[in-house]
């Protein structure tokens, strides 16, 4: 999906007022989360990603933007190997999680999908209560504490707490599409995460449940470490601290297209003064 046609550009010189990312300095002292070399990702041997490294740091927000196709969810889909369950998907190159090698034969995904959880574009609750849709990873996972408790915590850390309290036991398909979308947030927060990976979670939501989303990010980096793809540039600029950007390279039969990472930099930098002209075009909205 693009939405690019329809977006005004940001303008750099508001970039000061609207981002709320840190300084380069600041973000590589923090401890590496993933550290990515070489990545090339094919579906049925056909290539759609290639040549990335990047290192994703700790208790920051990390946004992909990119046309469409340049394989910004195929990408995010390799740091929890979502790719896995997808036939004819491969995943060449290194990709290290605290250090170890995440594609290692003795990695249990399960367990890896656990400690990096996943929230879509479209928010995917159970057809369940709300409590139930809380509760259901840490009952699956034998958690042991007071399952009350945990669902509250969830809840507030979701921002939705206030919300729902007086109807816990309500189906969760009764919530409206922003108040479902922090559910899902809810639901990946219950079971403990280390990392959440958000592949365009706002992009189905009204400007008002996309600013809660947005605040939300910021306020979960203190104690997570936040991956987004986003299509809406401004929301890279309000809420990443670092942003890379991939764009489609095409042969010159015009017959392969793949994508690559142009750059990847502090979000200020990326939207002031990126060093490639792809990324300036793209950010001035002369390009998509
Ligand atoms: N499950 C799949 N099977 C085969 N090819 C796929 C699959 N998923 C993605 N691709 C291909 O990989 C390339 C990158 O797709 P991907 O969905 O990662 O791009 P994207 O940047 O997320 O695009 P969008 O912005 O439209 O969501 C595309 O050429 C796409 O057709
Ligand atoms: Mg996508």
Redesign the pocket.
Known sequence: ??QMETQPHIDSSRIAEITRGLDRSEIEGREKVFSVTDLAVS??G?V??QDVSLDVHRNTITAFI??????????IRCFNRMNDL?P??EVEGRVLYHGDDLYARDVDPVEIRRRIGMVFQKPNPFPKSIYDNIAFGPRVLGIKGSMDDRVEQALRQAALWDEVKSRLKDNALGLSGGQQQRLCIARALAVEPDVILM??PASALDPISTTRIEDLMHDLKRDYTIVI?T?NMQQAARVADMTAF?SVLVDEEGAA?R?VLVEYDATTKIFTTPSDKRTEDYVTGRFG
């Open positions: 999906m693009t579906y049925s056909k759609a990603l990119g046309p469409s196709g340049c394989g910004k969810s195929t990408f997808i004819g998907a592949d365009e793809v299509h991939f297209r994508g």
